[in-house]
């Protein structure tokens, strides 16, 4: 019984743990003045121009520069929320953190450097 309840609370430790350096990955990179070379373009390469690019399978719609992103914005702000027009990725979505930043840019009227 005592083993069962030292690996209940090892484990919990463990898993509390995790929880706590992926916050702080998050919030490390997180700023409230975002722009598109320090913040925005990373967000795209991580989890976008695989698909999303000249070579990719949607080379029609890239996302590869700051002129391509601000064409798409609102677009990618819908898709990145991913309620009402699809969700993008495809494989689910980022962290809100990361879509904050993004709104954020927006927001702050699309800051290049
Ligand atoms: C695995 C491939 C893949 C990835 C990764 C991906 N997309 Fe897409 N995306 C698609 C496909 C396929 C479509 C077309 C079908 C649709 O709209 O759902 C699309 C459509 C879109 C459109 C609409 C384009 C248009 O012509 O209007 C936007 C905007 C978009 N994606 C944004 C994003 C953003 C932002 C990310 C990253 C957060 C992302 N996508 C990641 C495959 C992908």
Request: glycine share 8%; charged share 15%.
């Amino acid at each position: 019984m005592k083993t069962i309840r030292v690996f209940f609370l090892t484990a919990v430790v463990v898993v509390l743990g995790a929880c706590e350096s992926n916050t702080y990955e998050e919030v490390s990179g997180y700023t409230d003045t975002p722009t598109y070379e320090a913040n925005i373009k990373r967000i795209m390469t991580a989890h976008c121009t695989s698909c999303h690019s000249v070579n990719g399978t949607e080379s029609g719609s890239p996302l590869e520069t700051y002129d391509d992103v601000v064409a798409y914005a609102e677009s990618i702000a819908c898709k990145m929320d991913g309620q009402e027009c699809g969700i993008m990725p495809p494989s689910g979505r980022i962290p809100q953190g990361q879509i904050d930043m993004f709104n954020l840019w927006i927001a702050q009227g699309y800051v290049q450097q």
